[in-house]
């Protein structure tokens, strides 16, 4: 069993910058493919970008903007985000992924998720 805690959210400016972390837990961390979504009030659940072994992959929206790394010493993953948008405003979640193949970009994959941090952009 994997557990996720996510952190870091707030609120932040239209243009401003938010890193949020992943932590890791109960599992074998440099095992599991890791990928954050965000889902906004009303709205499906949104895939925002994962990280397999070394190989990164970002939604239309993310791309250019975002990055996410991981830290395998320290079972983390993290999502850095730029150029902020007021439509960006959501909860993000982590999710684990411990297939070795499968698309990372859809949400029926993952494991484990943790239990969300809010992200909000004011404009």
């Known amino acids: 069993q994997v557990q996720l805690v996510e952190s870091g959210g707030g609120l932040v400016q239209a243009g401003g910058s938010l890193r949020v972390s992943c932590s890791a837990s109960?599992?074998?961390?440099?095992?599991?493919?890791m990928g954050w979504f965000r889902q906004a009030p009303g709205k499906e659940r949104e895939f925002v970008a994962g990280?397999?072994?070394?190989?990164?992959y970002y939604g239309d929206d993310a791309k250019g903007r975002f990055t996410i790394s991981r830290d395998n010493a320290k079972n983390t993953v993290y999502l850095q985000m730029n150029s902020l948008k007021p439509e960006d405003t959501a909860v993000y979640y982590c999710?684990?992924?411990?297939?070795?193949?499968?698309?990372?970009?859809?949400?029926?994959?993952?494991?484990?998720w943790g239990q969300g941090t809010q992200v909000t952009v004011s404009s």
């Open positions: 999710g684990a992924y411990s297939a070795y193949n499968g698309d990372l970009r859809g949400v029926s994959g993952y494991d484990y």
């Open positions: 109960g599992g074998t961390f440099s095992s599991l493919a």
């Open positions: 990280i397999r072994w070394s190989i990164t």
